[in-house]
């Protein structure tokens, strides 16, 4: 027995030995080896591996304490390396640190293919945003069972083809953060991520994805949704679906193409605080229940809200460059104009009629589609115009209706009963539609047409622009036929009638093209033979969303100077006396070379306007004496570099209109030839008139023209970062990218540099861009990059107002030669800085104070940390008063013009034109030939009344 004990002790003993081995092991910290050699890989990829300050001869991170490693035991559970600069690639095993739970590697510059986080299944924490990571691997989400928090935020993941979450990641049952901004996702939202309890934070900003909100998030748990800014037109539908989600507290929907209207009961999501709607395609009335929430931020700006304009309880609240009926907040519109939106709201809102029904008045202005009489709506007439929707009863409240046409479109529904209550009603023409019975007793004396509807007849519609069989329409749209539903009538066979549809259409077709290019093959060969200038006829692609199928052709005449850019010849009017049909649609900007040759002389050498790194601005000049700018790229600096400014500018002035930004008028791509037209700014760089003006024999400016110059571009560069689709960062503001009218009103250029800005105060990292003198700190040092760097070289534009010196010359004292830092020296002195201020300017004491509050915001705005920086909103509202207090005398230049611009660009034509008569000489206006220049034919009509504002 005794012997028996003793064995077993023995053992006994053993055992305990290697225990307390083991646990002496466990307390030195003694690192599994295979997470040191992770560890190590880790390291010895890295391009600066001294960063992470691991020593070289330690082989035992966890009992050392290395920097950023935690271990739990023996083992590595967490590395913490964010905002360290580590560079270089990370190894593909990462995944075998099996006790990791929490990984830390954002902001750094990793690269090559994101690690594989497969299998790590006590994994809760995963921040890998702000790299460079250029691909992910597939199985990276599969087995990540206790993930909470993943981050891909800022990564350019799949390039070339882009990719999307797998299905794997639904597996993730604890996850409750998922944010992947600008991390390169493509395609629709995915349904199961709508389907995730846990998920609380999702945040997919600036991708490109596409496609609706997706029902399954109906009742989800979401606190902050993102999806804002997609690229390349963005995501779609109505957003009906967020109304269930009530624990929304963020939702930003901005910079993206929904559309229909916001629901009425939005006013459900008790805790929402940040609501951004901004540039969507959301039209109709704003519900009342959002009128009366108090957020903190709610911007609905750049949509197609029309009614009244809100009286917001929420102080924070914008919505801008809508199409409200009376600027006056709360004040009623007219009865006719809210029928008239619940017309559109029943037809899901037709962009045609969105962009003209503006105003407060039917029967002023652009509503396309209507006529009136005697100051009432008289007529609908939009036949053919691929209207989708049913027929609204609030049409019975357009009183003096006397024809109603709305034949060929893609209508369905009823016909409202209270429509027989038109006491005027003459004509009613709802012909090939689809709208269904019963139709209701109109009087006898209304000429109803209703053939080609296959629920009133039985038979098929006919096709879409030609009238339906049984009846013949006259051009106005009517019938021969009195009060009776028309019918298909036909004894051939459908198939017949089938094949044959199969055969006339194509000859049909040819037929058609054979009668237009016949006659354009005899205009070009009439026009070589009698002249040997190059033909410049050009046909323009017809966009595919304008229902009228007439081909755009702009014909510029052989002589040098004298060109003319026409539509087809076949524009119709409206009952306003706006034409229809423009030579360069909306998203349409090309022009040709041989065009722009003509209006420049051949690109002359004497219309040279000025050079530049990108090439050479020319004057163009058409036969109406309209002046344009046009911007060449030279063939020796087309480089990728210079491809992308041009391509830049082009994406970013075809999404941005402002009074304050130079606008793009069209571009041309044509061989090596890359060509921008502006519109043209006679007065030139404001560079040119603080530092030029004694050489160019210019007069100097006066404080009243500079801060009226001040402030334009301070709510030209507002509207860029927080007012337009999207939130641009300029990168290159300074004063010879301010360019001048003849008013003096100024106006931002140069769009080349253009980055859009990522939300927040995050930054986006870029390559270094701008010129010297006007770059924010930070961004020259990190190339991190904010609009608080715009706000920064802004400021350097008002210290050289105020100074008249350049932002940077060598040729100063060395004190004064960054004018930022000598700024900042004498800006609190109040001798120092009146000293500096520009000796062109009247010093009176009166204007002190001024110049005073100027100096301040020079100030505030050059901080040299960006969150002590205002923003451009601060800097409007600091110049404002100060430009309203400096208003011009009666007898002088009144600088507006008498224009509001608030208004919608053809009110403004209007105005402007009503002003014709009136003696325009004091505005510097007049040409030569004492006309008033206008923009080129084609290129005002195409833009938008949302363009204007």
């Not at 507290?249 to 929402?272: E, R, V, Y």
């Not at 229809?580 to 998203?587: D, L, N």
């Amino acid at each position: 027995m005794g012997k028996g004990n003793g064995r077993g002790g023995g053992g006994g003993g053993g055992l305990l030995l290697a225990v307390a081995l083991s646990l002496v092991a466990a307390v030195s910290g003694f690192t599994e080896p295979g997470d040191l050699a992770i560890l190590k890989q880790f390291r010895d990829g890295l391009s600066n591996p001294e960063l992470l300050q691991w020593p070289a001869n330690d082989d035992d991170p966890c009992g050392s304490k290395w920097k950023h490693v935690f271990c739990s035991g023996n083992r590595v559970s967490q590395i913490q390396v964010q905002k360290v600069g580590l560079e270089g690639p990370l190894p593909p095993n990462l995944n075998q640190l099996t006790a990791l739970s929490n990984l830390g590697l954002q902001n750094n510059r990793f690269s090559g293919a994101v690690p594989s986080l497969s299998g790590l299944a006590s994994l809760q924490y995963a921040y890998l945003d702000y790299n460079n990571f250029d691909s992910i691997p597939s199985d990276f989400f599969v087995g990540l069972e206790n993930l909470q928090v993943l981050a891909l935020d800022g990564n350019d993941l799949n390039a070339s083809t882009g990719w999307m979450f797998p299905k794997e990641l639904q597996n993730s049952a604890q996850l409750t953060n998922l944010t992947c901004n600008e991390c390169n996702l493509v395609g629709p939202v995915p349904d199961f991520l709508g389907s995730m309890a846990s998920l609380l934070v999702l945040e997919l900003s600036g991708n490109s994805l596409t496609g609706g909100i997706p029902p399954s998030f109906a009742n989800s748990s979401l606190q902050i949704l993102w999806l804002n800014n997609q690229l390349n037109g963005g995501m779609t539908g109505p957003i009906d679906v967020v109304t269930s989600m009530v624990s929304l507290k963020s939702l930003w929907l901005h910079g993206n193409s929904f559309s229909g209207t916001i629901p009425g009961n939005i006013g459900d999501l008790a805790f929402l605080k940040s609501l951004n709607l901004n540039g969507n395609q959301l039209a109709g009335l704003i519900p009342d229940s959002l009128i009366g929430m108090d957020l903190d931020v709610l911007d609905l700006n750049n949509n197609k809200f029309m009614g009244p304009t809100p009286k917001f309880k929420s102080p924070n609240a914008t919505s801008a460059s809508n199409a409200f009926c009376l600027p006056t907040p709360g004040a009623p519109c007219a009865p006719e104009v809210m029928a008239l939106i619940d017309f559109l709201t029943a037809l899901n809102f037709p962009s045609r009629l969105l962009s003209s029904w503006v105003g407060n008045d039917p029967c002023q202005g652009p509503w396309f589609g209507l006529s009136c009489n005697n100051g009432k709506v008289a007529m609908i007439n939009l036949p053919k115009n691929n209207l989708n929707g049913t027929l609204s009863p609030s049409v019975a409240k357009l009183d003096a209706l006397t024809q109603v046409r709305l034949g060929s479109n893609n209508l369905n529904g009823p016909i409202p009963d209270n429509w027989t209550s038109l006491k005027g009603l003459t004509s009613l023409d709802l012909s090939d539609n689809n709208i269904s019975p019963p139709i209701p007793a109109f009087k006898t004396s209304v000429k109803l047409l209703t053939g080609g509807n296959p629920l009133l007849t039985g038979t098929p519609a006919s096709p879409k622009g030609s009238p339906p069989s049984g009846h013949t329409k006259s051009p106005g749209g009517t019938s021969d036929s009195g009060n009776v539903p028309d019918t298909v009538s036909s004894t051939k066979p459908k198939k017949f009638k089938s094949v044959l549809a199969a055969i006339v259409a194509p000859v049909a077709s040819v037929a058609a093209l054979i009668f237009l290019a016949v006659p354009l093959f005899f205009y070009c060969k009439k026009r070589k033979e009698t002249s040997q200038a190059p033909s410049s006829l050009v046909v323009y692609p017809r966009d595919p969303s304008d229902p009228d199928n007439i081909v755009k052709i702009a014909v510029a005449s052989n002589t040098y100077g004298s060109t003319s850019l026409t539509g087809s010849g076949s524009a119709s009017r409206n009952s306003s006396g706006f034409g229809e049909s423009h030579v360069i649609e909306a998203g349409n900007l090309i022009i040709s070379v041989q065009v722009l040759r003509n209006v420049t002389k051949n690109f002359a050498r004497e219309n040279e306007l000025g050079r530049g790194g990108f090439g050479v601005v020319y004057k163009g000049e058409l036969d109406d004496g309209t002046k344009i700018a046009v911007k060449r790229m030279e063939a020796g600096v087309i480089s990728n570099k210079a491809i992308n400014e041009f391509q830049a500018e082009i994406a970013v002035l075809s999404k941005v209109r402002h009074r304050h930004l130079v606008s793009l008028l069209g571009y041309s791509i044509e061989g090596n030839e890359r060509i921008l037209v502006y519109e043209y700014m006679p007065q030139g760089a404001l560079s040119k008139h603080l530092f030029h003006w004694k050489d160019l024999k210019l007069e100097p400016l006066t404080w009243k023209r500079r801060l009226n110059i001040a402030l334009d571009v301070a709510r030209g560069m507002e509207y860029l970062h927080s007012l337009a689709h999207q939130s641009f960062i300029h990168r290159d503001l300074k004063s010879s990218n301010i360019l001048l009218g003849d008013d003096y009103r100024a106006k931002v250029s140069d769009f080349g540099l253009v980055k859009l800005a990522p939300d927040g105060e995050k930054s986006v990292v870029t390559r270094l861009a701008g010129t010297f003198g006007y770059l924010a700190p930070e961004y020259a040092v990190t190339g991190k990059i904010t609009t608080k760097a715009d706000v920064f070289s802004f400021g350097v534009v008002l210290m050289e107002l105020l100074t008249g010196l350049m932002a940077l010359d060598e040729e100063r004292p060395e004190e004064s030669q960054y004018l930022v830092g000598y700024f900042w020296n004498i800006k609190s002195d109040k001798e120092k800085l009146m000293a500096a201020i520009d000796p062109t300017l009247d010093k009176k004491e009166e204007t002190y104070e001024s110049i005073s509050t100027i100096a301040e915001l020079a100030g505030h705005c050059t901080a040299r940390e960006p969150n002590q920086r205002p923003d451009m909103g601060h800097a409007v509202n600091v110049l404002a008063p100060l430009v309203e207090k400096w208003k011009p005398f009666d007898d002088d230049y009144e600088e507006y013009s008498g224009i509001d611009y608030s208004l919608p660009l053809n009110q403004m034509v209007k105005d402007w034109q009503e002003a014709e008569s009136k003696d325009l000489s004091y505005m510097g206006l007049e040409d030569s030939k004492g006309s008033i220049p206008t923009r080129p034919a084609g290129f005002a009509d195409s833009f938008t009344s949302a363009d204007a504002r």
